[in-house]
């Protein structure tokens, strides 16, 4: 079942921030985000559950949140994007459970004036949610299972912005 | 006081969903992580430099004072997005 948390918006600059276990509908987020008449631009991310990783043929993921506190330090890394940059409206989408292969887990959308903006907002979020969000990634494969080890090139990434 | 510990993760499957623990009135993050760590087994691997902490869902580091009824959560590094 599709679900789109991205309610029809009355105001200027609005926020989504979901967790969720059912899956997410990528067009009716860019189109809530395209309403915005004072945006010129609309930056999106879309990541998804890839076949391989580190050399392992992966059969599925299962991911794990901290309730409550992983809504708050989305809305945290929304918070410091919108402090940083000229950005209007914010959609992050994140999913828990058990994901198969090439099913979608996290989205992340951002409109501004103007394009550099979005892209670098877009691209904040994504590095800070993947070192500060409270989710935890297990992987599912044929030699079992196994919890994945933060990688030093997220550290990396999400330190750049600091 | 009464203190309500969280795990996530491999910790939970190691240890458990949650714990009450009753500390000193005063304790710090760092003397709870020491009083699980004596647990023994698994246990010890709370005080491991890569162990993070929150404390009522912020995250926080061992000198933090901790208050009665606080929710303490214990994980690994986050591995999400």
Known sequence: MMKSPFSPRSQADSRVISVQKEDFDVAALYQALQQNPSSGAVVTFTGLVRDLNLGTAVNALFIEHYPGMTERALSDIVEQAKQRWPINDVAVVHRVGRLEVNQQIVFVGVNSAHRQAAFDACEFIMDYLKTSAPFWKKELSDQGEQWLEQRESDRVASKRWS | ?81
């Open chain 2, 1 to 81: 006081m009464k203190i309500n510990v969280r795990l996530f993760a491999r910790l939970r499957e190691q240890l458990g969903d949650s714990v009450q623990c009753e500390c000193p009135e005063g304790a710090t993050v760092a003397a709870l992580t020491d009083q699980l760590a004596s647990r023994g087994d698994n246990w010890a691997q709370l005080k491991s430099q890569e162990i993070l902490c929150a404390v009522n869902q912020q995250q926080v580091s061992g000198e933090h004072r901790l208050a009665d009824n606080d929710e303490v959560a214990f994980f690994p590094p986050v591995t999400g997005g």
